[in-house]
């Protein structure tokens, strides 16, 4: 089973999630500190401490460039790939347009 080690507030992070969810991807999450001093699990366990890193096959795989690049070189997309990007992107826009009335109203 793959590992992902990072953050919600990371965007790189929920970028590599979305990749996983198209790719029908079964994974364990694993959270860091925002400080990277205080990262120490995630280096003994992948060597470094940026966000984020996908443990596969029992490999590192630092920054979402080459997350991404490993996820396309050793795995087909599922066939709800696409459904899962048109839903993702529905709600990523209506979570923008909740927190755009959101800013609107306390600024009235």
Do not use: F, N
């Not at 990371?10 to 990277?36: F, H, I, K, N």
């Not at 993702?88 to 826009?93: D, N, W």
């Amino acid at each position: 089973m793959m590992e992902m080690w990072q953050t919600e507030w990371c965007p790189a992070s929920r970028r590599v999630r979305q990749r996983l969810t198209e790719l029908g991807v079964t994974y364990v999450l694993r959270q860091v500190p925002v400080d990277r001093a205080d990262r120490l699990e995630l280096v003994a366990a992948t060597g470094t401490d940026s966000i984020p890193v996908l443990v596969a096959g029992g490999e590192a795989i630092a920054g979402e460039e080459s997350i991404l690049a490993y996820l396309g070189s050793h795995l087909a997309e599922s066939p709800e790939a696409g459904r899962h990007r048109i839903k993702a992107a529905t709600a990523r826009r209506k979570e923008l347009e909740r927190e755009c009335q959101q800013l609107a109203t306390a600024t009235q």
